[in-house]
């Protein structure tokens, strides 16, 4: 007993220190990537019209970053392996911050190629090193990576509503530094995250170990070839498909940059509330055939795309593109991950670099399929390699001889694993009796099953009764009309204007002009305020139904599943 309890007290603290580490690797993967799809969306128009870049220079001045970004994944994994990881994601977040600042500052193409240059190394050391953070609670928790998509994703839509109503006031500088400040940002918290707990995996020992991760990244790369070759193939069709759309969008449709934005909303918004949701069908049903049902997906938002009528259809048909990413992009790094072991950072290193070629072939297909062929014959020869992922995928990752079922998400915390030592798992008699046996053991589980309903109290005691969710969102939405009344009485009211006005054109636009910053300011808020209290209330209603699904009868609630 005086043994077991500091155990159990050393293991509880090095899962907390573990979970403190993802979760700050998780809200740095949200604040680094918003801005870095931001800055991707809006570079090629500032490029443009900021610093006269012709068009050629802008394909130049994008394939800089790409190409960077892709050679440097393979060293990043390395380092990453190496080295103290959140180190090495600190400083590639850093320099993603020193490229935004380059491109707010940035006069001439020599500095927007260089700012270019160092966003490309910085995505390499960023991208690569999270992910194989996060790969380290894979084994105690499958959910992890669902768990980084959404946040990446909601990173990606909060900074896509913020800066392009924003940037009508402060213009792309302020757009950039703004980006460069949350990068900082993301840094400090990757600095401050706690350092990897040594835990030797179980069955090797020291010397084996080292010899394992002095493999070269040829032997990791030979491993996990079948799922690369999947994952270009893959990423070249939905890359294509994602710029004939934007094309598409921008010449078919005449939309401007922040309407082109709207249709691309949706997707985002379901990949980051879907993703950890569909991992429980992954769990349900397996990886394979979930891959398969996200291969058709997609296959079918290629086709439909071929007929969209309108921007709105296509905005709805974008959600089938959406649910398709957040089932195969978690599932694609978590086999990854597993097939890796310890080598994760040379795994990721190796998969991001396959998924940039695919993207980079894709961007070229697509400019091809524009100009040489019709929408429709575009869409349907998209569609194909998609269609044959159905099969390519599901079979990658057999190969690579995975678990097609992942373990579930754990649930509360603490309880005791239930373990027999090894004489009585080999039936060898042992010299204590069965009643010293069964009180020790009882001593030993009493402590951790006691924490486990203190744990489970506090839990019930911090979950939102359904009174208290509405009561919240009713505050919410009163205090959203008193400020709309203010900017009403003073004309400064998106909502009038979006009411009385033409609600399409000012529901994808910005707005009516301002005759200064200050009045600018306070119109865009009272814009960007109205987007957030809907996602608000979709949250919340949301949460409200679950809690009805979960009532079995009229007495309450229903314990809650932990998930």
């Known amino acids: 007993m005086t043994e077991h309890v500091p155990a159990a007290a050393g293991a509880e603290a090095d899962a907390r220190r573990r979970q403190r580490r993802e979760g700050n690797t998780l809200l740095a ?14 570079l090629p128009l500032w490029a443009g019209a900021a610093i006269g870049l012709s068009a050629t220079e802008v394909g130049v001045l994008l394939a800089v970053e790409m190409v960077l970004s892709m050679v440097f ?53 960023l991208w690569v090193s999270v992910r194989a953070i996060i790969s380290e609670r894979l084994a105690e928790d499958s959910a992890v990576f669902p768990r980084l998509l959404s946040s990446q994703e909601t990173g990606a839509w909060v900074a896509f509503i913020a800066g392009l109503t924003l940037i009508g006031l402060i213009d792309y ?56 070759f999947a994952v270009v193939l893959t ?14 969008l921008q010449r078919g449709f005449d939309l401007e940059i922040g309407e082109i934005a709207y249709v691309f909303l949706p997707g985002a918004i379901v990949m980051s509330v879907a993703a950890e949701h569909l991992h429980r069908y992954v769990v349900r049903f397996g990886r394979s055939r979930v891959l398969m049902a996200a291969s058709l997906s997609s296959a079918g938002f290629a086709v439909g795309l071929a007929w969209a009528p309108n921007p709105f259809v296509i905005a709805g048909l974008w959600i089938l593109s959406g649910l398709a990413w957040a089932a195969v992009i978690p599932i694609g790094q978590a086999v990854i991950a597993e097939a890796s072991g310890e080598q994760a950072g040379r795994g990721m290193g190796v998969y991001e670099s396959a998924r940039l070629l695919g993207a980079l072939t894709g961007s070229l297909a697509a400019g091809v399929l524009y100009d040489s062929a019709d929408w429709t014959a575009a869409c349907l020869v ?51 009796s069965r009643a010293e046996t069964d009180t020790r053991t009882a001593a030993a589980e009493r402590e951790p099953r006691r924490k486990e309903n203190q744990r489970e109290e506090k839990r019930k005691q911090k979950q939102k009764t359904p009174r208290q969710i509405r009561r919240e969102l009713g505050l919410h939405a009163a205090l959203f009309a008193v400020a709309q009344l203010v900017l009403l009485v003073l004309g400064l009211s998106w909502m009038k204007d979006l009411l009385t006005g033409d609600f399409g054109e000012l529901l994808l636009s910005g707005g009516r002009e301002q005759d200064s910053p200050v009045t600018g300011l306070l119109y865009g808020a009272g814009r960007l305020w109205t987007f957030i209290l809907i996602a608000d209330a979709l949250w919340q209603g949301g949460r409200l139904l679950v809690l009805a699904l979960r009532r079995p009868s009229p007495e309450g609630p229903s314990r809650p599943s932990g998930d």
Do not use: W
């Not at 069955?203 to 032997?219: F, I, K, S, V, Y």
């Not at 990423?235 to 598409?248: F, I, W």
């Open 29 to 42: 993967a949200m604040l680094t990537n918003g801005p870095n799809e931001l800055i991707d969306f809006v």
């Open 73 to 125: 994944r393979p060293v990043s994994g390395v380092l990453a392996d190496t080295f103290e990881r959140r180190y090495v994601a600190a400083a590639g977040a850093a320099l993603y911050g020193v490229s935004a600042a380059g491109y707010a500052l940035a006069q001439s193409a020599p500095a927007a190629y260089t700012a270019a240059a160092v966003g490309g190394v910085g995505g390499a050391l």
């Open 173 to 228: 500088p302020g757009v950039f530094l703004a980006c460069a400040a949350a990068c900082a940002a993301a840094a400090v918290l990757l600095l401050v995250s706690p350092s990897r707990p040594e835990r030797p995996r179980a069955g090797t020992d020291e010397g084996t170990a080292e010899g394992t991760a002095a493999a070269g990244l040829g032997a990791v790369g030979r491993r996990l070839r079948p799922m690369l």
């Open 235 to 248: 990423m070249t069709a939905e890359s294509a498909v994602s710029l004939l759309l934007l094309l598409h």
């Open 382 to 432: 998209a569609a194909v390699p998609l269609l044959a992922g159905a099969v390519v995928v599901p079979r990658a990752v057999r190969r690579l001889g995975v678990a097609d079922v992942p373990p579930p998400a754990p649930g509360p915390p603490g309880r005791p694993e239930k373990r027999r030592g090894p004489a009585a798992a080999d039936g060898a008699s042992v010299p204590e």
